[in-house]
T-cell receptor, first 114, second 115 residues
Framework: AQSVTQLGSHVSVSEGALVLLRCNYSSSVPPYLFWYVQYPNQGLQLLLKYTTGATLVKGINGFEAEFKKSETSFHLTKPSAHMSDAAEYFCAVSDRRTGNQFYFGTGTSLTVIP | EAGVTQFPSHSVIEKGQTVTLRCDPI?????LYWYRRVMGKEIKFLLHFVKESKQDESGMPNNRFLAERTGGTYSTLKVQPAELEDSGVYFC?????????????FGPGTRLTVT
């Protein structure tokens, strides 16, 4: 089975600072990779995904992530944090061979300090 | 286009009672998934419907959980009888039939508290 590791259950950054949320997966075959965000009292919203092609993926709200096969990583970054980025972020993968279920990390709660 | 909706948003029940959660997927989405997040842990897969058929129910924790999707539209997840460890947030997601490995669209979740 797949497993997803998100280092840091809580991350705090100052407004305007770089956001870096880490995600590593365990799979011998690179999976499909996703980042979701959950704002308070809302559902999970897709930020970006990697399925094939260019390894640097751009998403909504200025976020991007880079798939690094050699490091089995898919870290999420944003050059300059905004107060509205405060939310919980989830990394998820699905198996290219079987698809269907997603495997999630434990989530990272991002706090933006004014 | 309406997103995935779930009802109720919150439910507080006593141990031993029954609760039924409902999910309405995006119209036209044949894939429907249930997930659960227990506090502090990862979101875990429960089961997957393709239309009205259960494609994969490997994540269902035990036989106290029963999921149905009559007519291939909305789905219900019944917990009977509820136990304390069933507390958590239950998410529903849907996707189009030919895109099983692409993004899933999630609902806001139902927060279940068993006391």
């Amino acid at each position: 089975a797949q497993s997803v590791t998100q280092l840091g259950s809580h991350v705090s950054v100052s407004e305007g600072a770089l956001v870096l949320l880490r995600c590593n997966y365990s799979s011998s075959v690179p999976p499909y990779l996703f980042w979701y965000v959950q704002y308070p009292n809302q559902g999970l919203q897709l930020l970006l995904k990697y399925t094939t092609g260019a390894t640097l993926v751009k998403g909504i709200n200025g976020f991007e992530a880079e798939f690094k096969k050699s490091e089995t990583s898919f870290h999420l970054t944003k050059p300059s944090a905004h107060m509205s980025d405060a939310a919980e972020y989830f990394c998820a993968v699905s198996d290219r061979r079987t698809g269907n279920q997603f495997y999630f990390g434990t989530g990272t709660s991002l706090t933006v300090i004014p | 286009e309406a997103g995935v909706t779930q009802f109720p948003s919150h439910s507080v029940i006593e141990k031993g009672q029954t609760v039924t959660l409902r999910c309405d997927p995006i119209s036209g989405h044949d894939n429907l998934y249930w997930y659960r997040r227990v506090m502090g842990k990862e979101i875990k897969f429960l089961l997957h419907f393709v239309k009205e058929s259960k494609q994969d129910e490997s994540g269902m924790p035990n036989n106290r959980f029963l999921a149905e999707r009559t007519g291939g539209t909305y789905s219900t997840l019944k917990v009977q009888p509820a136990e304390l460890e069933d507390s958590g947030v239950y998410f529903c997601a849907s996707s189009q039939l030919d895109r099983v490995s692409y993004e899933q669209y999630f609902g806001p979740g139902t927060r279940l508290t068993v006391t």
